[in-house]
């Protein structure tokens, strides 16, 4: 079974957020003119820095998190899209979709992710404590 974010946990902050793509072309080598490219592979992932700010009891669920559930972050993990998920539903007049009790529908995006490379990093500029770790957003 595939570990699921702990809800416990706060959304990933927007200030650290930062995506990018995986590059998947190949440089073609040319004896001279503009550098060309082909695609070496189709299936892309992106490369996500997140970090969230919580209390220690949400740190320690974190780290319960990371240490079990994913062993170390080398098991996938699913969680809730911190762009897309809770966001309400639009009509293309810009207007939120409203539900048989006139709340608002809200968008459920979910990622297939992977921890980075690197290890999550804790520090505590205050009162709280501020994880950051990338994930590899699997395509």
Not at 38 to 66: C, P
Not at 84 to 103: N, Q
Not at 118 to 139: N, R, Y
């Amino acid at each position: 079974m595939i570990p699921i974010w702990p809800p416990e946990l706060p959304k990933p902050q927007r200030a650290a957020f930062q995506k990018q793509f995986q590059d998947p072309r190949i440089r073609k080598r040319a004896e001279s003119g503009p550098p060309g490219y082909r695609r070496r592979y189709s299936s892309v992932g992106q490369l996500v820095s997140l970090s969230i700010k919580v209390t220690r009891d949400q740190l320690a669920v974190f780290e319960n998190f990371h240490q079990n559930d994913t062993a170390l972050g080398s098991l996938p993990f699913v969680m809730p899209d911190p762009i897309t998920d809770g966001w309400p539903l639009l009509t293309p007049d810009g207007d939120a979709l409203l539900g048989p009790d006139d709340e608002p529908l809200l968008i459920a995006a979910h990622w297939l992710c992977l921890f980075g490379e690197a290890m999550p990093a804790v520090s505590k500029p205050g009162l709280h404590f501020v994880v950051a770790f990338p994930v590899t957003v699997m395509p």
